[in-house]
C-alpha cells in the first residue's frame, strides 16, 4: 500500500491516489496530480512525507522542483493506467492497477543482463 500525502489537507494517507479521508480531496489538475505522485513514499521517505504533510498543513504545499516536476509528468503521461488512476478511479481499479505496475518489469538497457 502506497503511503502518500494528502495535497489538499497534509494529513497521511495510504493509497496515493484514492481520496483522502479527511477531506475528500481528490487530485484534478495536472498540478495537484503530479504534487499528489511526488508526496509518496516511492520518491521520500516517511519523516519526508510527514514534513511534507505539516508544510501542506500550514499552507504551503512543497514547491517541486523543475526537473522534479517533468521527471513526474514524464511518468504521468507515459504511463496512461497511472493517468487513468489518479484521476480519481475507483479503489478496486487502483488495487489492479497497482498491482499490474509491480509486473512490469523494469526497463534495463539490453546489455545489462545481470
Ligand atoms: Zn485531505
Same mark, same amino acid.
Given at each position: 500500500m502506497t503511503m502518500a500525502v494528502c495535497f489538499n489537507c497534509g494529513v497521511i494517507k495510504f493509497?496515493?491516489?484514492? /481520496? @483522502? /479521508?479527511? @477531506?475528500q480531496g481528490v487530485p484534478r489538475t495536472e498540478d495537484e496530480l503530479v504534487l499528489a505522485l511526488a508526496m509518496t513514499d516511492h520518491y521520500f521517505d516517511q519523516p519526508t512525507l510527514e514534513q511534507m504533510g505539516a508544510a501542506v498543513r500550514d499552507g504551503h504545499p512543497p514547491h517541486l522542483a523543475p526537473p522534479t516536476r517533468a521527471m513526474l509528468l514524464e511518468a504521468l503521461h507515459s504511463n496512461s493506467g497511472l493517468l487513468k488512476t489518479l484521476i480519481g478511479l475507483s479503489q478496486a481499479q487502483d488495487t489492479e492497477a497497482s498491482s499490474s505496475e509491480s509486473r512490469v518489469p523494469t526497463k534495463k538497457p539490453w546489455w545489462k543482463f545481470w
Open positions: 493509497g496515493a491516489f484514492v /481520496p @483522502c /479521508p479527511e @477531506c
